[in-house]
């Protein structure tokens, strides 16, 4: 299968600081840095302008070579790619990037009257790409995606988005996002969204609100944000006059019904929540303003089974080749719709009682005057109980506010009794904390022990 199969060459693909360029224009880039790929080659693609990100998938994909995406260049992480049998090489766009024993090439932005190349066509088995895992609840792990599947996958999603925003397909749709490429959510909803599903990348990833603000003004209309919760959040906290917004996509959490409401009379659009994971790709989605219950994307199914911890859910069918258990706790309604209660491993115990750090956070944030706010277990048991500890960003409420907020969302005993404050936990760029970095953290902001330091404020 080709990378589209229908597109008008000489309508924009992307747009680069409010220049378009053509998919004419992005042939011809993927064919220059195709003919410098060496094969046989794993090619690992750090570049964070999604332009050129995009260009480098699809030249590794001309070579017939499989594009691995790690979340950030670190060697610890990078080490997680060799498998000892092909050489690795990096495409990358940051001139100061240094990869001590591996070659890099670099992917230089666009330029005019370059003769056009040839639409890449890949076999449907063929592997086609490695992402990581977030790392949010242990180690990151690898994970391969093939052809068709991402076909399957993103035909599905953007058949979804099309029906929800009352359109017939995604042709001119162009995307503003706040998350990197190389994530599973940024890669799926943002760069094959506009190769396979017919929508417009900008070639950017802004971060804060003036700048998304910004970034969305300099692209036409029909629009779409493509942001996480965290991010939305800050953006609707800002106060920054922003252009309307034809669709809000949100995913990596759960997003609150007030938030979702605010952000859809904000902006005017539709907000649409992705469920997903790096193992199965994109499950489900909901609009959230309307309720809690999770659709399946295209011809998905879930199923529970009983395992030797208890149960799990399983996704199986359309784009998941193979049956996959999925790490949350859900609700089934049928084998298409589904409520979502949390993590299965992030499950936690308190005198007696259980609940999610997941459905913690979510209600933690919605507490009023706090911009960003985390539960973590601590180790030490006091009193023969392990507490947990609320970290938050709120500086124009006290400790003592946060708790009384918490009285009337959560059952008594997931009731913090100490609320720290900080300046900003240390979210990656989807906004996820993984366990290892906000236990560090934690412990950080905790310099007596985790048994011993007072509520702040």
């Known amino acids: 299968m080709p990378l589209w199969s229908a597109r008008d060459l000489d309508a924009p693909l992307a747009w680069c600081a409010g220049a378009p360029i053509s998919a004419r224009q992005f042939l011809a880039d993927v064919a220059i840095v195709a003919a410098r790929l060496p094969v046989p080659a794993r090619v690992i693609n750090l ?54 024993g591996i070659p890099m090439q670099h992917v230089v932005a666009p330029e005019a009257n370059r003769a056009v190349g040839d639409v890449p066509t890949l076999p449907l088995d063929a592997e086609v790409a490695c992402l990581l895992t977030s790392g949010s609840t242990g180690r990151p792990q690898p994970h391969s ?4 599947a991402l076909i399957s996958n993103i035909g599905a999603e953007a058949a ?3 029906h929800l925003l009352q359109r017939p397909d995604l042709q001119g749709l162009t995307i503003v996002a706040s998350v990197p490429p190389q994530h599973s959510y940024g890669f799926e909803s943002t760069v094959l969204l506009a190769l396979i599903g017919g929508a417009v990348m900008d070639s950017g990833r802004p971060f804060y609100p003036a700048d998304i603000a ?54 005017g659009g539709v907000l649409v929540e992705i469920y997903g994971c790096t193992e199965a ?18 011809d998905l199914r879930i199923r529970s089974e009983r395992v030797a911890e208890g149960e799990q859910y399983v996704v199986e069918g359309g784009h998941v080749l193979e049956p996959t258990p999925l790490a949350d706790v859900l609700v089934l309604e049928d084998d298409r719709r589904f409520r979502l209660l949390g993590r299965a491993n992030d499950l936690i115990h308190v005198a007696g009682k259980r609940s999610s750090l997941a459905f913690l956070n979510f209600q933690l944030n919605r507490v009023a005057g706090v911009q960003d706010g985390c539960f973590w277990m601590p180790d030490d048991v006091v009193e023969g109980v392990v507490r947990p500890i609320a970290f938050v ?34 979210r990656e760029a989807t906004g996820k904390l993984t366990a290892q970095t906000l236990r560090a953290f934690a412990l950080q902001h905790l310099p007596t022990g985790t048994g011993q330091a007072g509520a702040a404020r």
């Open 47 to 100: 570049c964070s302008d999604r332009y050129r990100f995009a260009v480098a998938l699809a030249a590794a994909w001309s070579r017939g070579l499989v594009c691995l995406l790690p979340p950030n260049a670190m060697p610890e992480t990078l080490a997680q790619l060799a498998d000892g049998d092909h050489p690795l090489v990096a495409l990358v766009d940051d001139a100061g990037l240094s990869l001590p």
């Open 145 to 148: 995606k093939r052809w068709g």
């Open 160 to 162: 979804r988005l099309a």
């Open 214 to 267: 910004d970034a969305l003004a300099r692209v036409p209309r029909p629009r779409a944000l493509v942001t996480t919760p965290f991010h939305l959040k800050t953006l609707l906290l800002s106060g920054v006059s922003l252009p309307p917004v034809d669709l809000i996509l949100s995913a990596t959490a759960p997003l609150s019904p007030q938030l979702a409401q605010q952000a859809e009379q904000l902006l």
């Open 281 to 298: 790709g994109q499950v489900a989605s909901r609009r959230t303003s309307e309720g809690d219950t999770w659709t399946t994307l295209g």
């Open 393 to 426: 960003v709120a500086p124009d409420v006290t400790a003592a506010q946060v708790i009384s907020g918490l009285r009337g969302l959560l059952e008594p005993a997931f009731v913090p009794r100490k609320v720290v404050h900080v300046d900003a936990l240390p």
